[in-house]
């Protein structure tokens, strides 16, 4: 069997899964996004749930990434320490059958703490086979848990998690500041402001509510509150990410609508960041994983 | 009409109401607390509510606090402004009908920001008209949402309002973190380790998934996670409330399960704290208000 004739690419996460046919030169030539994340499958569906994704993409090969690796997944992959390149995803492979294959994720462990991720990886490392990062850069990856990743050599040196995405879904569903947080993000001087103000003050879970407070007597528009309150997180984000000096190059890389916002953050702390498309990056990471399966 | 020959005293928040009939020397002589807060009634229910609580402590003047102050409850008695002494609150009660009136709430603007309290006045006051703490203070009530309250001359002279309360809910309720958090916080090791490391790095968005990571790597053990994640949480809340070097008498009060973790955390700052029972301040706080009404 030659995977580089053509397979399904799958990233499957928590929430939602994403599901790609790929040509012999790793186009892709059809695609479906559902909410048939990991946590909506019962544990002995995940045969079931496979075989509906090849009745849907033709019965090829399939390389699956992220949640579905995890031990709430189809069959636990165990992490790659760091450093991790793609040789060494292609290497911990775990194989559920013979043409089905999960990609591990990575785990760091080292200053005094540890950190995983499931699905990231593949998209660092397919950015940097496909030439679009420095291999030795620095890369932010925003979403429900954003990673900053320092590479050496094309590797995954050493990683950070913060969980900004989900905090800010957390005061957005069920907080006291639900109400004021239910509009779109704006990239305005309300949010930069507050990435400033994020960066320069470590007092995010005063500054919260403090936004309510401002709101209250009057000194803050309803309408920036939603602008402000993401700037606050994600100015935070960047103060840890970004706290140890560096002059590498920044790439940010994910969801379009989360990338611009970061890009712009970063610009507020006065240093410049390089956006690239996640799903580009997936789809050059899970495609030099296949060529690699052949080789 | 005398409040002195005593009077009904309600603590009445958001989600908890706590009714005390108080006699002449302004000892409690019933009580009652149940879950019909402020967002449970409707907005014309409150005549109701009240009539309720009439029936089961008595025919008696009412005096109310907290956010049935609010513009979600019975009438909205605007904020005091800072310095806010026990007689700024008396002249502003605001009054519904002859025998019941609304404690105001406090508001601080400066230093770039703005802050708002409902209900901790009353006991931050009433614990400075016992003189069970310095008038010239710090005074720190933990709480869904904890106040940080410099005194001056017995007044309320600032406040910062850290949402440490409602963050931790909020994780323990909804979050990827929710398994991890359904047990008891101990004050044990993993909770002061959690609380110097929070005093030392203001990381909180990334320890918290750290946690996570720290379980699934097996470097935690997974009884340990909510003590760590409750001292992570108020070790950046006690990082916040002690930013200013100050040697003044730290008062910490409130509910005791949560006055009990703060007074530990500030002993691991390296601070000494005076435990207060919040209700015995309010308590002090109302008839010191009624007092003054009498007066």
Redesign the interface.
Known sequence: MRWAEGFIAVDWGTSNRRAYRLDSSGRCEDEFEDHQGVLTIPADGFSDAVAEIRQRLGDRPLLLAGMIGSNRGWKEAP?VPCPAGIDDLVAKLVWVGDREAIVPGV?Y?GQG????MRGEEVQLLGAVAAGMIDPMGLVCHPGT?NKWATLSQGKIHRF?????G??FN??K????LSDLLQGEVDVNDAFRQAVRHSIDN?????????L???V??G?MKKEDAVSFASGL?IG??I??GL?IPTSVQIAVLGRPELTRLYAAAIGAAGRDAVELDGEKCFLAGINEIAKRIDA
């Open positions: 992490y785990s462990v703490r540890g950190d995983v848990h950070r998690t913060v969980m900004t989900e905090l957390l005061l569903e069920h907080s006291i470590a007092t995010l879970p005063a500054d919260l509510f403090g309510r407070a401002g209250l007597l000194q997180l935070a984000d103060r840890i706290s």
